[in-house]
């Protein structure tokens, strides 16, 4: 239960600060709009192929935002000296992980409430259900292991190189899973798995797997 | 009875020596003063006994306990305050202290009292990124206290403070034992009972006894 009060205290201190500082989202949303009209005008876009493009689109604009909206959660912390006050508590670092994993991870559905719509609108493709969930359950993946590489490359100088070389290759999963259940409910051709289903799987072992080795990574 | 017993501290960065072979030994109660110059090593000493840091080599004991086994059960009794205040700033002071109270399980009724303690009750509701200097390290040294800790480590706590710095560290100080970094020898000599001096990483002479508390 202490873990529980630790990691909701971290994410509601971390949603707090952005809340009044308005540092990261506001510039994540104008990134996504703007990614979204460039690719308008870089592909010839139509009603036949708007469902195998925007896919790609939605992805790409997603895992930059993301590298972003991670590398901050942990950054702000080294920058502040913080990070240090909190692993001088006696709170269980995963506990301070999750928590931090968590705050990104909402700080980048906030984004992607901008992206979804603004997909439909410019590449006219149908905004489901299928499209919101399969975006959802990879965020939750692709955040706990974002939010662990950026611990992870937090105190090195070339962090911002260091991040998308660790986490893209991981990520990868969850943008060929996401991308295909995206594709199918656009109406594309894809694939005919369970998508959703190896999502859930993916987030489970990933979930597990970062809760595992996040005391390591925060408490050397 | 001692409550820190570091034997040959030894702390590498690379090809440099950070410490060399540093023995400490703090009774209970006691206030030691570390003194030394700039790059002395007084940080990575300070540092290793909060268990910030792990030592290269040597043993270190805290409360009979393997500080560099035991760090999470030893840090719900140490309070540090290092170099930065490392505050939140976009949260007011009472904000910052409220989060480390569910960090430290510590009940949030507490918060009025530290902020009486270290003079900021009338600041509470300022974020930290509007207070001064001096009001921050303040307001980290009442972090580092809110879980009424046994053992106080504070690396320059008085760098920033104004000329009601040196009452306030009394008061926090009074009951604990301490184990303090300044490059003010007038302070360390009013609020510690010894002094360590290091130079190059080393203890330099024997620790001093500054006077006999009763």
Known sequence: ?220 | MSVIVAASLTQRFGSDLGLDAVDVDVDAGEHLAVLGDNGAGKTTLLRILATAARPTSGSLEIFGLNATIERRRLRAVIGFVAHAPGLYPALSARENLEFYCTLQGVDRTRVAEVLEMVGLAELAGRPADKLSRGAQQRLAIGRAVLHDPKLLVLDEPDASLDSGGADLLARVMKGRTVVIATHDHALANRLCQRTLMLRHGRVVGIPTRLRVVH
């Open chain 1, 1 to 220: 239960m202490r873990s529980i009060a630790v990691a909701l205290a971290v994410a509601r201190k971390d949603l707090t600060s952005e809340w009044r500082t308005r540092e990261l989202v506001p510039a994540l949303a104008q990134f996504i709009v703007l990614a979204l009209v460039i690719a308008n005008f870089g592909f010839q876009i139509d009603s036949h192929n708007a469902p195998a493009i925007a896919p790609g689109v939605l992805w790409m604009a997603l895992v930059f935002a993301g590298l972003v909206a991670f590398g901050r959660a942990f950054a702000s912390e080294r920058e502040q000296s913080s990070l240090e006050a909190m692993l001088m508590t006696p709170a269980s670092p995963a506990a301070i992980f999750a928590g931090k994993a968590l705050a990104a991870a909402l700080l980048l559905v906030l984004c992607e409430a901008v992206l979804l719509p603004a997909l439909a609108l410019f590449f006219g493709v149908p905004l489901s259900f299928d499209v919101v969930s399969a975006v959802l359950l990879a965020t939750v993946g692709m955040a706990v292991l974002g939010c662990l590489f950026a611990a992870m490359v937090a105190r090195v100088r070339a962090r911002e190189l260091l991040l998308p070389l660790l986490t893209l290759p991981l990520w990868i999963p969850f943008i060929v899973f996401g991308g295909q259940a995206v594709q199918v409910a656009m109406g594309g051709s894809g694939g005919t798995g369970n998508t959703s289903g190896l999502l859930i799987d993916l987030d489970i072992l990933f979930v597990v797997l970062t809760s595992l080795t996040a005391r390591f990574v925060l408490d050397d």
